[in-house]
C-alpha cells in the first residue's frame, strides 16, 4: 500500500500502523521505531524464528532446550508471528498446546497463588509432547470433532465443530481422573506493545463485575501474579488474561513451550515423577539471558499493526453498523489510547482500534474450558483484540479461530458466542444472508 493509501486508512495502531497486508504483514516493525532500534528488532526476531537446541551444543547461545518441551522455536507457534491452529488427524500438535490442572486452593505465597493454578503433581500445569534422547514426552495429545448443527433466523442451516481431546501415550502415569484440559493455540502477536501501553485506570474503567448499568455485559479485571515485583498485578496477555507484562508473557513462552529457564522462571519443568528430566543437561543458568529475554521481548513489543482495508465500500460501512448495532462493540472495543510508557515512548499517547477491552467476560457453557486461572473461572475469557483478523487466511494460512481454533471461519466463531454475548448471537442469527456477510466482510477488512 502506498502512503497515500494508508493516510486515507483509520490508523489501526496509530503511528504503529504499517501499510502492508500481504504474507509478512504481521512481521514488520512499527513504522514509528526509530532507526537507531531496528538492529535490536532484528536480533530479538532471530532469537525468536531460529532453532534451539538440547545442551551441550556449539551454539552456546541458543543450547538448552528441553528436556520437555512442545516446540525448539517460537516461529513454529506463532507462524509468521500470526495465530497457530489445532493439528490435522494424524498431525503433530504444534502450534496448539494443553494447560493442565487439578481442583484445590491456592494459598497466599504458594506456587499455585504465582500459577493461577493448581498444577498436577506429575504434569505440572502444561502438557509437553516433545522430549529430549533419554527423556519420555509427557504424552500424545489428538483432536478429534464434534459435529453441531443450527438454523438461521431464515431458515438457512450451519454446523459448528467442537472439540475432544485424546490423550496417549503418557509418559509418566495416568492423568487423574478430576484434570482440568484446555487446548489453546497460538495468538498473533501484532500490537501487543501498544496494549500493555494502555493504562490500567482506562481499562478499570470499564470493569463493572455486577453489571450495575444492567447492559448485560459484565467485564472483570484479572489480576495476577507479576514475578518481577513479586506482587500481584493487572492480567492483559494470554486467553485469560493470565499475564501482566509482555516480558513476563516470553520468559513463561521460554518456559512451557521451550524448555528454557530465565531469570523470570530459573526452574526447569520437571515434577518430582520426572527424574530423567530433572538430571538432563541444561544450558547454563539461566538458558535464555536477560539480553536475549530483552531482545525477544523488544521485537514482541515493537511489532506494528496493519491499517484496515477497504473502508470506503459501503458494504463494509453496513457491517461495521451491523457490528455496532449487535452490541459486540460493548466488549470488542473499538477505541483506547495509550498513556506514557519510559520503556517505549514511541508508542505514547497513541488512539488505537484493537477491539478489545482486554477484560474478562462469561461466554456462556458453549465455550467454557471448565478450568479457572486466577480470578478467570471456567468460563471466562479476555475478550481478544480483532485487529488484523481477516489477514489470518493470508499471513497463517488458515482460518481457524477462537482459543482453541474451533472455528473455521468468523460465521462460526460469532455462532459459538454464549453468555454475555448471547444478545449479540442472536442478534446475528436474526440478519437475512447479506446482512451476515456485511458484517463478516467488515470483520474480513479490519
Not at 360 to 385: I, K, N
Not at 387 to 411: C, E, F, K, M
Amino acid at each position: 500500500m502506498c502512503a497515500h493509501a494508508l493516510a486515507e486508512s483509520p490508523r489501526s495502531g496509530g503511528t504503529a500502523t504499517t501499510g502492508i497486508h500481504d504474507t509478512s504483514a504481521f512481521s514488520l516493525p512499527a513504522p514509528s521505531l526509530p532507526v537507531t532500534r531496528r538492529g535490536d528488532f532484528f536480533a530479538g526476531n532471530s532469537f525468536f524464528k531460529n532453532p534451539w537446541v538440547p545442551a551441550p551444543a556449539s551454539t552456546t547461545a541458543r543450547d538448552g532446550l528441553g528436556p520437555l518441551f512442545n516446540t525448539n522455536t517460537c516461529q513454529s507457534c506463532h507462524l509468521k508471528d500470526g495465530r497457530g491452529r489445532p493439528p490435522e488427524p494424524g498431525e503433530t500438535m504444534t502450534s496448539m498446546l494443553v494447560r493442565v490442572s487439578v481442583p484445590g486452593p491456592s494459598e497466599p505465597g504458594a506456587i499455585e497463588t504465582r500459577r493461577g493454578v493448581t498444577p498436577d503433581a506429575v504434569y505440572g500445569d502444561q502438557l509437553q509432547n516433545r522430549a529430549n534422547p533419554g527423556v519420555a514426552p509427557e504424552a500424545r495429545i489428538d483432536v478429534t470433532w464434534e459435529t453441531m448443527h443450527g438454523r438461521f433466523a431464515d431458515g438457512s442451516e450451519y454446523t459448528l465443530q467442537k472439540p475432544r481431546l485424546r490423550v496417549s501415550e503418557l509418559g509418566y502415569g495416568a492423568l487423574r481422573s478430576d484434570a482440568m484440559l484446555s487446548p489453546r493455540v497460538a495468538p498473533a502477536l501484532i500490537g501487543l506493545g501498544l496494549l500493555e501501553a494502555v493504562p490500567e485506570a482506562q481499562i478499570q474503567r470499564r470493569v463493572d463485575p455486577d453489571d450495575a448499568d444492567r447492559d448485560g455485559i459484565s467485564g472483570r479485571a484479572n489480576y495476577v501474579w507479576d514475578e518481577s515485583r513479586g506482587a500481584r498485578a493487572l492480567g492483559r496477555f494470554g486467553w485469560k488474561a493470565g499475564q501482566p507484562k509482555l516480558r513476563q508473557q516470553v520468559a513463561a513462552a521460554f518456559a512451557g513451550d521451550l524448555g528454557l529457564t530465565t531469570s523470570l522462571f530459573p526452574e526447569q519443568p520437571c515434577t518430582a515423577s520426572q527424574s530423567a528430566c530433572a538430571r538432563g543437561p541444561h544450558g547454563g543458568a539461566p538458558e535464555v539471558d536477560d539480553r536475549i529475554l530483552d531482545l525477544v521481548t523488544f521485537y514482541v513489543r515493537a511489532l506494528g499493526v496493519p491499517a484496515r482495508r477497504k473502508t470506503q465500500l459501503t458494504a463494509v460501512q453496513r457491517g461495521e453498523a451491523l457490528f455496532r448495532s449487535a452490541g459486540c462493540t460493548s466488549c470488542h472495543v473499538e477505541s483506547m489510547r495509550t498513556g506514557k510508557s519510559e520503556t517505549f515512548p514511541w508508542f505514547a499517547n497513541q488512539e488505537i482500534h484493537a477491539y478489545t477491552d482486554l477484560l474478562l467476560h462469561d461466554m456462556g457453557e458453549g465455550l467454557a474450558d471448565g478450568r479457572p486461572e486466577f480470578q478467570a473461572t471456567g468460563r471466562e475469557w479476555r475478550t481478544p483484540p480483532l485487529w488484523g483478523i481477516g489477514l489470518i487466511p493470508i499471513v497463517s494460512r488458515h482460518t481457524r479461530y477462537l482459543h482453541d481454533g474451533r472455528a473455521r471461519n468468523l460465521q462460526e466463531a460469532i455462532l459459538w458466542h454464549g453468555g454475555e454475548a448471547e444478545k449479540s448471537r442472536r442478534f446475528f442469527e436474526s440478519l437475512d444472508a447479506t446482512q451476515r456477510d456485511e458484517l463478516l466482510f467488515f470483520l474480513d477488512n479490519l
